[in-house]
């Protein structure tokens, strides 16, 4: 009985751990979209700060450098899309894919370097030895969900009410909804438009990287081409899931990772012959996707029924003096 | 103090955006060639050896023909969708569906001897409807429920990723290697190097007749986009769905209807690089047609005849990428060039004025 406890949950504490990235990735999201600018290029700056930050964690031995460069790539490449949609005014839709594509060939061509490097210092694991001896739920629960995970699991937690604060309950948080719901107003009160959607834009640039970064610094620690296997896209469905609320958001985060690390899990169970059979396995390997949609319905189901919180302006360009909100 | 100052174009010259596209690709390039200097490589030596594999030598129209094919077929396609601002960008599933579907014919379900135009016929219908299937499950989600095709469409691309993967690996798989047996003769499409007894300047090219289909399927769009009740619709629903509404258009009867055009072509540019290219299903067979599609079509502004143009670019980008180190350069220039573009598309639609002294209140009108 206990070994089958201890059993489900390793496997739901390396959910949340192969969540977190996602966690990031789809907080990063949903700010930006808050304040009315759709970034689909989440993919491709999570790509650039995996390999910023892999880079950075090998050149100088210090991996919180390293995510600080991967934060930074993200937020850099975050300020192209916002000068192409903000100043610009261009196709948000168009722009973001081209961040991927730019973000997909910037990585492929300067990560070839790096895709041997085994020995990168990564992000520290976090010991809780003291788990095992809490009486009852212990050793069975606490120890295989806490008892050893990496730090950004535990940044990822402080995350979820970090940015649901920033939103809901602080002036610059305000600001964001208001350029995003309805800029014309914010404009009318002396709110720089503008300059608030390329802030968080550029948040939300600085969040793609931190996924990236935790991506190869401790969740996966290497590099390859296409480390990110869709999860900056997955993010974005993640965001409409969500309904542009970070805890639904978590959730969502949560999980997608559960059911991308199950297949993996699910190869020791002796039971489930199928699992460590490579060529059946590959049918595992697509549900976090169908999952994806599937919550996608789920969410357009609910919409129907409610109006969601969809930010007002989302993707419109503002342009003061002319139609629009 | 200069400032500068944006007004909207009541017209836009013909020549304008074209003009304007070149220019943000030569800007393009020029981005990449300081990336690829930053990055310790010589942009001229890259670029030079690159424009003489894709466009300069003997081989290199028909080479460039070849690669060119798939990113037509799928351009096309994803044009369709994206002229109703329907974001099909799922196009790489549907081509790799396509592939699978004529595979099966040509392996499982026709026999050998099945004379070649029926073949190839059959494997065409089936790449077609197996395309048509991958992208009218997005279409139908987002007509009846209104799931965004975006993320829908590009998961179905992972999942057809994982479900061709499952085929070579596994039940289609020979000798242990991740690839099907080759087809036979009968499933091949014709190709250039075919007719070199008679004409020895076709040998050793494999420009095969799939690019005909793009051909032909671009100028029977370009007819329908002009004349058709649909081509007219898509317009309409694309720019004001609101007014198409009130119009009576039936919506969701039209998203449907051109998803199953959209993912067809898409899948029919698997069928043509199956039986016109690697004549079997392996993994990974697509470096990513269905992708560098979306920008072939934004290039070419979803104009059907421009696209055979900007598809053979790009075919020669490929070719001239295969032929230097690192292998991500051309998908970086593409990313560039894709920016460069949706940035110019502001002087398509504004005009830039210049003033000096300008009174801080005043506003630019619409």
Redesign the interface.
């Given at each position: 009985m206990d070994e089958t406890l201890i059993f489900i949950f390793t496997i739901i504490g390396a959910g949340l751990r192969t969540g977190t990235p996602l966690l990031f990735a789809t907080s990063g999201a949903l700010i930006n979209e808050r304040a009315g600018v759709l970034n689909l290029g989440v993919e491709g700056m999570m790509l650039v700060g995996a390999l910023g930050g892999f880079a950075i964690s090998y050149a100088t031995g210090n991996p919180w450098l390293g995510v600080a460069g991967g934060m930074l790539a993200g937020g850099i490449l975050s300020i192209l899309h916002g000068f192409v949609s903000i100043s610009l005014r261009g196709d948000q839709v168009v722009s973001g894919l081209a961040l991927v594509f730019m973000g997909r060939g910037i990585t492929s061509v300067f990560g070839s370097r790096y895709v041997e490097i085994r020995d990168v210092p990564r992000l520290p694991t976090i010991e809780l030895p003291f788990m095992k001896s809490i009486p009852v739920i212990g050793e069975s629960i606490l120890d295989p969900l806490f008892g050893s995970q990496n730090i950004v699991f535990y940044i990822g937690l402080l995350t979820v009410p970090a940015v649901w604060f920033l939103i809901n309950r602080t002036r610059p948080g305000l600001y964001m909804r208001a350029v995003g719901d309805y800029p014309a107003a914010a404009d009318s009160v002396g709110i720089n438009v503008l300059g608030q959607r390329y802030l968080w834009v550029f948040v939300g640039g600085l969040f793609a990287g931190l996924a990236g970064a935790s991506l190869s610094l401790a969740i996966t620690p290497l590099w390859i081409e296409d480390l990110t296997a869709g999860q900056g896209w997955i993010a974005v469905g993640l965001v409409i899931f969500a309904s542009w609320n970070p805890w639904r958001a978590a959730l969502g985060a949560y999980i997608f990772g559960a059911l991308r690390r199950m297949p993996l899990d699910l190869q020791a169970v002796a039971w489930l012959p199928f699992a460590s059979n490579p060529i059946l396995g590959v049918w595992l390997d697509m549900i976090p996707y169908l999952f994806t949609i599937l919550a996608l319905v789920i969410s357009s189901r609910e919409a129907t029924r409610q109006r969601l919180g969809a930010p007002l302006a989302l993707g419109q360009p503002y342009v003061r003096g002319e139609r629009g909100l | 103090m200069i400032r500068f100052r944006l007004e909207r174009r009541e017209t836009t010259s013909r020549w304008l955006p074209i003009f304007t596209t070149i220019g943000a690709v030569l800007v393009a390039l020029l981005m990449g060639a300081i990336?690829?200097a930053y990055?310790g490589l010589n942009p001229m030596v890259a670029y030079g050896q690159m424009f003489k594999v894709g466009f300069a030598e003997s081989y290199s129209v028909s080479d460039t023909l070849v690669k060119s094919t798939p990113l037509l077929l799928a351009g096309l396609g994803v044009s369709i969708a994206f002229r109703m601002r329907l974001?099909n960008?799922g196009a790489e599933g549907q081509l790799l569906m396509g592939a699978w579907a004529a595979t099966g014919v040509a392996l499982f379900i026709l026999p050998e001897t099945t004379p070649r135009f029926i073949m190839l016929a059959a494997m065409s219908i089936a790449g077609f409807a197996a395309g048509a299937f991958w992208g009218v499950i997005p279409g139908w989600?987002k007509a009846k429920?209104?799931?965004?095709e975006?993320?829908?469409s590009?998961?179905?691309t992972?999942?057809a990723t994982?479900?061709i993967?499952?085929f070579v690996?596994?039940p289609w798989a020979v000798g242990g290697f991740p690839l099907t047996k080759k087809f036979p003769r009968n499933a091949w499409f014709p190709r250039l190097l075919d007719w070199a007894d008679a004409i020895p300047f076709f040998r050793g090219m494999t420009a095969h007749i799939g690019f005909f289909y793009g051909v032909v399927a671009a100028i029977l769009l370009y007819i329908l986009f002009k004349h058709s009740k649909w081509g007219y619709e898509l317009k309409v629903i694309g720019d004001n769905p609101e007014a198409a509404r009130y119009a009576g258009m039936n919506i969701s009867r039209t998203v449907i209807l051109t998803m199953v055009i959209s993912g067809g072509l898409a899948g029919l540019a698997g069928m043509s690089e199956v039986a016109g290219v690697v004549h079997r299903l392996q993994e990974n067979f697509s470096p990513g047609y269905g992708?560098t599609a979306?920008?072939v079509a934004?290039l070419a502004r979803l104009n059907p005849l421009a696209m055979i143009i900007v598809a053979y670019l790009f075919g020669g980008l490929l070719v001239g990428g295969d032929a230097i180190?690192?292998?991500?350069?051309?998908?970086?220039?593409?990313?560039?060039i894709?920016?460069c573009v949706?940035?110019a598309?502001?002087f398509t639609?504004?005009r830039i004025r210049i003033k000096r002294n300008a009174p801080l209140t005043e506003?630019?009108?619409?």
């Open positions: - | 990336l690829l990055g974001w960008i989600l429920m209104g799931v965004n975006i993320i829908s590009l998961m179905l992972y999942v994982f479900f993967n499952y690996f596994g992708f979306i920008i934004w180190q690192p292998a991500g350069i051309p998908l970086m220039i593409q990313g560039m894709m920016f949706i940035s598309e502001l639609k504004y506003v630019s009108h619409g």
